[in-house]
């Protein structure tokens, strides 16, 4: 069975740009998170998304954005790139059994973006 | 508010010795998860156990073994006979009962030295 999949692995962009990473969870899960981890905040929750709708939304500004795709991919936006953007994005996808019960999250390997 | 403390940074022991993680943990939910995952340099979270708040048995599993304490808040993880695989980035995490939010430590990182 196919674990998370996440492209790219790398990018490099520089302040002010945007930049969209993409998620394909294990097949059959339906829970998409994205969390961002530096080495100064450690692993924080950006958003979670079931079934096409974003339920859970952690402290970032309104340049962090996401979505799902029927298919429960997912993707996530970052628009006007600050220096404190360079991070490992990860993605995790869940089993869970309804729209509310937490399943254990099995993550990607990241996008590790720099911003120059 | 939920909040999930590792309070070791970093600890170093030689291959075969017996290692013990710290996590403590704070949540005013009486129903809840913890976890354990482990991060090797590749960077992919690796899980390892989740616990519901409602089983306070310990668990052992192979060279793995978790000791969970509601009474102090502590949900520790212990490796027995370490290995030079062992050496990774280890995270405790919490959950609430509803929704798929994690709230993760800062992490521990072992070194098992050969």
């Known amino acids: 069975k196919a674990g998370v999949t996440q492209t790219p692995r790398y990018l490099i962009k520089t302040r002010g740009q945007q930049v969209t990473l993409s998620c394909s969870p294990i097949s059959g899960h339906r829970s998409v998170s994205w969390y961002q981890q530096t080495p100064g905040q450690g692993l924080q929750f950006l958003f979670e998304y079931f079934s096409e709708t974003q339920r859970n939304k952690g402290n970032f500004p309104g340049r962090f954005s996401g979505r799902q795709f029927s298919n429960s991919r997912s993707e996530m936006n970052v628009s006007t790139l600050e220096l404190g953007d360079s991070a490992l994005y990860l993605c995790a996808s869940s089993l869970a059994a309804s729209s509310d019960v937490t399943g254990e999250l099995f993550f990607g390997e990241g996008s590790r973006l720099t911003v120059l | 508010a939920q909040k999930v403390t590792q309070a070791q940074t970093e600890i170093s022991v030689v291959e075969k010795e017996d290692v013990t993680l710290d996590c403590v943990y704070e949540?005013?939910?009486?129903?809840?998860?913890l976890f354990w995952y482990k991060q090797p340099p590749s960077g992919e979270l690796v899980f390892l156990i989740r616990?519901?708040?409602?089983?306070?048995q310990n668990e052992i599993s192979g060279r793995y073994s978790w000791n969970f304490q509601k009474s102090t808040s502590s949900f520790n993880f212990t490796i027995t006979a370490s290995q030079v695989v062992d050496s990774a980035v280890y995270f405790c995490?919490?959950?609430?009962?509803?929704?798929?939010?994690?709230?993760f430590g800062t992490g521990t990182s072992l070194t098992v030295i050969p």
């Open positions: 995490a919490l959950s609430r009962f509803l929704g798929n939010q994690f709230y």
């Open positions: 949540t005013r939910d009486t129903t809840y998860y």
């Open positions: 616990r519901n708040s409602f089983d306070e």
